[in-house]
Nanobody, 124 residues
Framework: QVQLVESGGGLVQAGGSLRLSCVGS????????MGWFRQAPGQEREFVAATDSSGRYTDYADSVWGRFTISRANAKMTMYLQMNSLKPDDTAVYYC?????????????????WGQGTQVTVSS
């Protein structure tokens, strides 16, 4: 069974940085696009960033553009989210997910494998 495991969340002050990691369990990791999503209390889960299977193409939500960087190391079956200039509004549980295709996309319904989530809290 395919699994994704996130790590790297924590508590940080506004303006600080965190790097999230997502490790896959299958060698087919490199065949699929991957994405990061987040869900704040009382809010719907929302798209944050995505990358295609190669890592050459990336896409970002407007709210994180210029502050977050998504990347992947397929040989390590790992995806990353570097988060800089963090704001209190970035506070949420962050999830990594595998898309059903090799091309990147934003629709939640096109992601079929999800990690358990990692909490990111940004204090003001």
């Amino acid at each position: 069974q395919v699994q994704l495991v996130e790590s790297g969340g924590g508590l940080v002050q506004a303006g600080g940085s965190l790097r999230l990691s997502c490790v896959g369990s299958e060698r087919t990791f490199s065949d699929y696009a991957m994405g990061w999503f987040r869900q704040a209390p009382g809010q719907e889960r929302e798209f944050v960033a995505a990358t295609d299977s190669s890592g050459r193409y990336t896409d970002y939500a407007d709210s994180v553009w210029g502050r977050f960087t998504i990347s992947r190391a397929n040989a390590k079956m790992t995806m990353y989210l570097q988060m800089n200039s963090l704001k209190p509004d970035d506070t949420a549980v962050y999830y990594c997910a595998r898309r059903m295709y090799s091309l990147a996309g934003r629709a939640l319904g096109e992601y079929d494998v999800w990690g358990q989530g990692t909490q990111v809290t940004v204090s003001s």
